[in-house]
T-cell receptor, first 113, second 112 residues
C-alpha cells in the first residue's frame, strides 16, 4: 500500500527534552513538508524539502530542526528551544510543482508536560 | 496573509447537497484552487483541485467562476461521515517549495 506514515500517533515528553517525530513515504515523492496545527487553527508550515539533502525553513521554523538524508524520510526534531511545543504535527508529501496534490499522514499529537 | 475567505461554519441535512463557497479574489493566473477536508484529529484528505474549468471526481464537484474569483465545492449527497473542516486553498506557493497554505476553513456539520 502506498502512503505516508507518521509515528507515533501520540507522544508525551517532559519539558526541556528534544523529541523526534518520524515521517516516511513510499509514494516516490520529491517534496516533503512539516506543518503544525493548534486547536481551532489552520496548518502552519514549519519546514519543507524539495529534494534529498536540501530543506528550507517555513513560516515557524524556530525551535525545530529537520534532515532529509533519504527520499523516503523527513524526520522533525522538536527541540527544547521551542517555547510551545504541544501541538498536532502533520507531515505531507507531493511531487512538487504546480498541478499536483499533497498527501498527508495521520499526524502526531505531541504533549509536553 | 489569507488568500481565501470561507464561512466559518455550515450545516447540511444528510442526503442533501452540500455547497461550500470560497472567495479568492486575488488569485493569480497560474494558481490552482484546491479543496481538502480534515476529520477531527486526522490528517487532511485531498478532495479535488482545478485551474479554470469545472472538475468532478468520485468525491465532489468543483465549480470555478469564469473570472476565477470564487469557487464552490459540491458534495452531491452529504452523509454523516462528511462532517469535517473543509479547506479552500489557492496555490501552491512556489516561494515555499509548492507548499499549500491552509486557513481556518469551513466546519461542515451534516445532520440526520
Amino acid at each position: 500500500d502506498g502512503g505516508i506514515t507518521q509515528s507515533p500517533k501520540y507522544l508525551f515528553r517532559k519539558e526541556g527534552q528534544n523529541v523526534t517525530l518520524s515521517c516516511e513515504q513510499n509514494l516516490n515523492h520529491d517534496a516533503m513538508y512539516w506543518y503544525r496545527q493548534d486547536p481551532g487553527q489552520g496548518l502552519r508550515l514549519i519546514y519543507y524539502s524539495q529534494i534529498v539533502n536540501d530543506f528550507q525553513k517555513g513560516d515557524i521554523a524556530e525551535g525545530y530542526s529537520v534532515s532529509r538524508e533519504k527520499k523516503e524520510s523527513f524526520p522533525l526534531t522538536v527541540t527544547s528551544a521551542q517555547k510551545n511545543p504541544t501541538a498536532f504535527y502533520l507531515c505531507a508529501s507531493s511531487f512538487g510543482g504546480v498541478n499536483t496534490e499533497a498527501f498527508f499522514g495521520q499526524g502526531t499529537r505531541l504533549t509536553v508536560v | 496573509d489569507a488568500k481565501t475567505t470561507q464561512p466559518p461554519s455550515m450545516d447540511c441535512a444528510e442526503g442533501r447537497a452540500a455547497n461550500l463557497p470560497c472567495n479568492h479574489s486575488t488569485i493569480s493566473g497560474n494558481e490552482y484552487v484546491y479543496w481538502y477536508r480534515q476529520i477531527h484529529s486526522q490528517g487532511p484528505q485531498y478532495i479535488i483541485h482545478g485551474l479554470k474549468n469545472n472538475e468532478t471526481n468520485e468525491m465532489a464537484s468543483l465549480i470555478i467562476t469564469e473570472d476565477r474569483k470564487s469557487s464552490t465545492l459540491i458534495l452531491p449527497h452529504a452523509t454523516l461521515r462528511d462532517t469535517a473542516v473543509y479547506y479552500c486553498i489557492v496555490g501552491p506557493n512556489s516561494n515555499s517549495g509548492y507548499a499549500l497554505n491552509f486557513g481556518k476553513g469551513t466546519s461542515l456539520l451534516v445532520t440526520p
